[in-house]
């Protein structure tokens, strides 16, 4: 199984950034996949989770301003963020079926 995340980067406060997760090795559309982010010197944390029915769902803190979706059919979870902020800067994680994990991609937000 491999998970290959992709689209982080240095953006300002208040832009936007899309990531991108090519998953193989598992049946994508069967599996509930997920984003999650680690910050320095914090644990990682669930950012947004979509299941394989579609329901989706979002920690408190980027209600609004992130949006989690998923193509079956090119095997590939997006996570859109809008408004960053500071604090979203972290290491943001694929995750699916609750038990593999991307090597990451860092996602800075600075002026």
């Known amino acids: 199984v491999q998970l290959v995340e992709s689209g982080g980067g240095l953006v300002q406060p208040g832009g936007s950034l899309r990531l991108s997760c090519t998953v193989s090795?598992?049946?994508?559309?069967?599996?509930?996949m997920g984003w999650y982010r680690q910050a320095p010197g914090k644990e990682r944390e669930l950012v947004a989770r979509?299941?394989?029915?579609?329901?989706?769902s979002y920690a408190d803190s980027v209600k609004g301003r992130f949006t989690i979706s998923r193509d079956n059919a090119r095997n590939t979870l997006y996570l859109q963020m809008n408004k960053l902020k500071p604090e979203d800067t972290a290491v943001y994680y694929c995750?699916?079926?609750?038990?593999?994990w991307g090597q990451g991609t860092r996602v800075t937000v600075s002026s």
């Open positions: 995750n699916s079926a609750d038990f593999y």
């Open positions: 090795g598992i049946t994508f559309s069967l599996n509930a």
């Open positions: 979509s299941t394989s029915g579609g329901f989706t």
